[in-house]
């Protein structure tokens, strides 16, 4: 059965560049896995499967709308930060809260990648939800609970302080697209994750500002996180 990690795996591989590695990745993903989730989300899984397996072959196709998109046609910003009313305030402190959590579990970006991002792309975010979700589950198999808390709780704030903040805004103008049938369908899957998500931790989506607020901090990420 595919998990949350996976999942997650699938969402960050497919709003990165769509290179022939990554189409690889989750190519061999979708077929060594055949059960889902339940409900919505197993439907939007299982629909996503079926669209990519039919257009397997339209990589290149997929390239050129994916720069329209996200690079230079730019109809969609795919950083976090370029959501914030103060961006110009706010854009380094939020960078340095993002890089907090991502070196408190030694999570870097590759430098030598070709198709580097930085490190609010929605692909990077949902890349280390992946670290995250593999984390907790190593941690439960080796009995460390205490670890096992710190993970969790680690998810609950990135998701409340980052992914959540934006992602549910960044899903709804992804479906305001005419065409791009392979993001529409990623997003919704996105959505279904984020919103399951939200209810585990007692997340009020309704608290989440789409013009990604937020209230002051005396300093960037301090919190012991480390597992």
């Known amino acids: 059965m595919i998990g949350l990690m996976t999942l997650y ?3 960050s591989l497919g709003f990165a560049y769509p290179d022939e590695e990554n189409w690889n990745m989750i190519e061999n993903i979708l077929t ?3 059960d889902f989730f339940e409900g919505d989300l ?7 499967k079926r669209y990519f397996m039919e257009n397997r072959d339209k990589i290149d196709d997929l390239k050129s709308e994916y720069l329209t998109i996200f690079d230079v046609g730019r109809e969609i ?3 976090e930060t370029e959501y914030m009313r103060e961006k110009v305030s706010r854009k380094a402190f939020e960078l340095a809260d ?10 870097s970006v590759n430098d030598e ?3 580097k991002e930085a490190l609010d792309h929605m692909a990077v975010e949902l890349e280390f939800m992946a670290l995250l979700e593999w984390k907790e589950q190593y941690a ?3 009995g460390q609970m205490e670890n096992v808390g710190i993970v969790r709780d680690a998810k609950m704030k990135f998701l409340k302080e ?3 903040k934006w992602g549910f805004l960044y899903c709804r103008r992804i479906y305001g697209l005419k065409g791009a049938g392979f993001y529409i369908r990623l997003a919704k899957i996105l959505e279904c994750v984020l919103a399951l998500q939200c209810e585990r931790y007692h997340i009020d989506t309704s608290l989440l500002d789409s013009e990604m607020t937020r209230d002051s901090h005396s300093g960037v990420r301090s919190d012991e996180l480390t597992c």
């Not at 890089?99 to 999570?107: E, K």
């Open 77 to 79: 910003v795919p950083y």
């Open 98 to 107: 993002i890089a907090g959590f991502y070196s408190a579990f030694g999570f």
């Open 140 to 142: 439960k198999e080796k």
């Open 113 to 115: 990648v070709k198709n």
């Open 162 to 164: 980052h992914l959540a």
């Open 32 to 34: 060594r896995n055949e």
């Open 9 to 11: 795996k699938i969402l």
């Open 42 to 48: 197993s439907a939007q899984v299982e629909g996503f």
